[in-house]
């Protein structure tokens, strides 16, 4: 298997994961209504729209501010596309693949329901403190694991990955 066609693979498998989980949650486990649905004593399933950016930067639900994101999300993933389609190494390829499904599938959301739909909260409590993460989902995964690939390849991969 070429590493672009690896590339393509990660790139739809991540897509479809992060989309069917999102469409369970919203639809089959009705997430919405249940509320907050504790799974272990620090992981979370809760229910939240992201209108911004990363980590939930940005907030912003104007109609001209969600067509920016979405511009600057086609831009970045065509950058990406093209990236991927010149890497020489698995690795650089899959992960970008990895970055691509995750950023198309978090713009299907944004498409579909004006936000991205986040889900999984880790905390933990401290002396009676709970400490929260950032609310995310499985394409929120993908794009932190390309992006930490990316770097695995950079630094240390033979031959190392270079942006176009």
Do not use: C
């Not at 509320?35 to 912003?60: E, H, M, R, Y």
């Not at 950058?79 to 599938?105: C, D, E, Y």
Request: hydrophobic fraction near 60%; avoid cysteine; charged fraction near 10%.
């Amino acid at each position: 298997m070429t590493p672009l066609r690896a590339g393509i693979i990660a790139a739809v498998l991540t897509l479809v994961a992060d989309q069917a989980s999102k469409l369970w949650l919203l639809n089959g486990f009705d997430l919405a209504r249940k509320g907050v649905v504790k799974v272990t004593p620090f992981f979370d399933l809760v229910l939240a729209w992201n209108i911004g950016i990363s980590f939930g930067w940005l907030q912003n639900d104007s109609h001209s501010a969600q067509i920016a994101l979405m511009a600057v999300k086609v831009v970045a993933v065509i950058a990406l596309a093209i990236w991927m389609a010149r890497s020489q190494t698995r690795l650089a390829t899959v992960a970008l693949g990895l970055i691509i499904g995750g950023a198309i599938g978090n713009g299907i959301d944004r498409l579909a329901y004006g936000a991205v739909v986040d889900f999984a909260l880790f905390h933990i409590e401290i002396a009676g403190n709970t400490y929260d993460w950032y609310v995310f989902n499985l394409a929120d995964v993908a794009i932190v694991a390309g992006v930490a690939a990316l770097l695995y390849d950079s630094f240390l991969g033979v031959p190392a990955a270079k942006a176009p």
